[in-house]
């Protein structure tokens, strides 16, 4: 607030894209195919923003603007099947992942959670997550240390012997397993809609994802996997602006301009 009022959290641009269209675009690189979006009743734009507009198309075709017109097309990439379900309570991660089972069914799948933007070359962090999948067939969770003054904001995991045996939702630092904290990308077994059937509510009647993860790692391996790559958590003001900043100089037709313009203009005290 007072950005998220009107226009979703979701489709704040991050250097000209939005954050769940990043989202999309990191699936589309890992090999996903089927994308589902859940989402808030009242976000009807998240789902508007992903849907074909052949007036506008053609127009930006007869107008000869072929860049834009590329960049219009990417942003439901080649060959995804995108789906939009709706979570009519806000309760929780672990009942907006509950709300897409009817179309994941019995096969394991992966968790982006947009406002954790990952700085990592193509094709991303998921497909590395998923090369760990298919290699070792265990569930994979991606992880990065925080410190001490920062775990009561993450799921903090506890690994043993390259497994993850603990998971604790927001913890007193005190009471944190490690330093290793969840970061916004998982892939996960069938077995986790069972698991978040049987776990109670947590504060402010939130369903914790981290509850049902375990009640399963006792038997069935995750893994961590450490993401070394800058993330920005652009659930966060700072981070939004980090994240601007980063990935703008990424790009080609401002990158260079905005480099020169931070080095020349802008005086840190």
């Not at 009107?6 to 990043?22: G, M």
């Not at 589902?36 to 074909?52: M, N, R, Y």
């Not at 969840?182 to 892939?187: E, F, Q």
Request: aromatic letters at 4%.
């Amino acid at each position: 607030m007072p950005a998220t009022r009107v226009v979703p959290k979701e489709l704040l641009p991050v250097a000209n894209v939005p954050l769940v269209q990043r989202a999309v675009a990191e699936a589309a690189m890992a090999g996903v195919r089927e994308v589902i979006l859940v989402t808030s009743p009242d976000k009807p734009l998240v789902g508007a923003h992903f849907q074909a507009d052949p007036g506008l198309e053609q127009r930006l075709q007869d107008w000869g603007q072929s860049r834009i017109l590329e960049a219009y097309r990417a942003i439901v990439p080649a060959g995804v099947t995108l789906r939009v379900v709706e979570q009519p309570v806000p309760r929780g991660l672990g009942d907006a992942i509950l709300c897409a089972r009817d179309l994941v069914g019995n096969r394991h799948f992966a968790v982006i959670l947009p406002d954790d933007v990952i700085d990592m070359p193509a094709p991303g962090c998921l497909a590395a997550m998923m090369d760990v999948h298919c290699e070792t067939g265990a569930c994979v969770l991606g992880v990065q240390p925080v410190p001490a003054m920062d775990v009561s904001r993450y799921g903090m995991v506890k690994i043993v012997d390259g497994r993850i045996t603990d998971l604790v939702e927001k913890p007193a630092p005190a009471l944190a397993p490690g330093n290793m904290a969840v970061m916004g990308r998982y892939i996960l077994p069938p077995q986790i809609f069972d698991a978040l059937l049987q776990i109670a509510p947590g504060a402010n009647g939130e369903y914790q994802l981290s509850d049902a993860i375990c009640l399963l790692v006792k038997n069935k391996p995750f893994v961590p996997w450490e993401i070394t790559a800058p993330r920005y958590d652009c659930g966060s003001r700072l981070g939004f602006a980090q994240a601007t900043i980063a990935l703008s100089l990424h790009d080609p037709d401002i990158g260079p301009a905005l480099r020169a313009w931070l080095t020349s203009e802008v005086t840190l005290e």
